[in-house]
């Protein structure tokens, strides 16, 4: 009985807020405030035809998209070197490449920023949605990383060896063995890194450039805005179960595996 009071009390001080949220988006006054004066939806229809919201929605998307491209292959890269060979400072470069999604935000955006300005060899580079890109990259490629050197743990080397010792090319054995071993912890690497891009801020804050707006820079510029509040509030609860997604499709995937894992052992123990 504790424990279940204990869970409803977690789950309770996690999602009131965003309840809260939801009501407010469907709020038929202008104003917020409890208890709400009845149910429209209004706030939601000006939202969807809010160019602004839109156009930060599209951007958001594309450096999304741009940052995940980034984080799978470079995240995928060093999984491969940690997990499959050995050399002096391994450990150090594990740390290195997991430790920026630990970092102070506001740290890593200063950081971006005058590397960005300054760009010695090449004159700068100007901020954008490249720049965003490459900032949210920096810590999306943590997720993929973490995805797929467990997966690649998990997953003995004698297959990849034995496919070898039959005269199987590398690329052979990475297409038939290795890639299909490890594409779901890619899959579900990539939507948790396009999640965590998604919903970025502070470093978005130090790499926008102008006309390269995301949806949380919006809602943020937006949210004090006395006319625009009813809009925003509706723009926010799209955002979040839009960011929902790729994060219960990543632990749907995870999860399946887990369970395929776990009767494939079980069928080989039986015997």
């Known amino acids: 009985m504790l424990l279940r009071v204990g869970t409803a009390f977690t789950l309770l001080f996690i999602y009131f807020p965003l309840a809260v949220l939801a009501l407010y988006a469907f709020n038929r006054s202008r104003v917020s405030r409890w208890?709400?004066?009845?149910?429209?939806?209004?706030?939601?229809?000006?939202?969807?035809?809010?160019?602004?919201?839109?156009?930060?929605?599209?951007?958001?998307?594309r450096v999304g998209i741009m940052a995940t491209v980034v984080a799978l292959l470079l995240g995928s890269l060093a999984a491969f070197a940690v997990a499959r060979y050995r050399f002096f400072g391994r450990d150090v470069v594990s740390f290195l490449v997991v430790i920026p999604i630990a970092l102070p935000g506001i740290a890593t955006g200063m950081a971006l920023n005058s590397a960005f300005r300054e760009a010695p060899l090449?004159?700068?580079?100007?901020?954008?949605?490249?720049?965003?890109?490459?900032?949210h990259a920096t810590f999306c490629i943590v997720v993929v990383y973490n995805n797929v050197l467990a997966r690649l743990r998990r997953t003995s080397r004698n297959l990849e060896e034995a496919s070898a010792d039959l005269g199987a090319h590398p690329l052979q054995t990475f297409r038939y063995v290795t890639f299909p071993a490890i594409r779901t912890a890619l899959l579900a690497g990539g939507l948790l890194a396009f999640a965590l891009s998604f919903?970025?801020?502070?470093?978005?804050?130090?790499?926008?450039?102008?006309?390269?707006?995301?949806?949380?820079?919006?809602i943020l510029q937006n949210y004090s805005r006395p006319n625009q509040g009813p809009i925003?509030?509706?723009?926010?609860?799209?955002?979040?179960?839009?960011?929902?997604?790729?994060?219960?499709?990543?632990?749907?995937?995870?999860?399946?595996?887990a369970v395929?894992?776990?009767?494939?052992?079980?069928?080989?123990a039986a015997p």
């Not at 090449?122 to 900032?135: D, E, Y």
């Open 35 to 61: 208890p709400i004066d009845g149910l429209s939806l209004e706030w939601v229809r000006r939202a969807f035809h809010s160019s602004g919201a839109r156009a930060a929605l599209g951007t958001s998307i």
């Open 122 to 135: 090449i004159g700068g580079i100007k901020f954008g949605t490249l720049t965003i890109a490459i900032g």
């Open 260 to 268: 395929t894992q776990a009767s494939t052992g079980g069928a080989t």
């Open 232 to 257: 925003v509030n509706a723009v926010g609860l799209f955002a979040v179960l839009l960011s929902i997604i790729p994060v219960y499709l990543a632990q749907r995937l995870t999860g399946e595996e």
């Open 199 to 218: 919903d970025e801020i502070i470093v978005t804050t130090f790499t926008a450039g102008a006309g390269s707006e995301t949806l949380p820079i919006w």
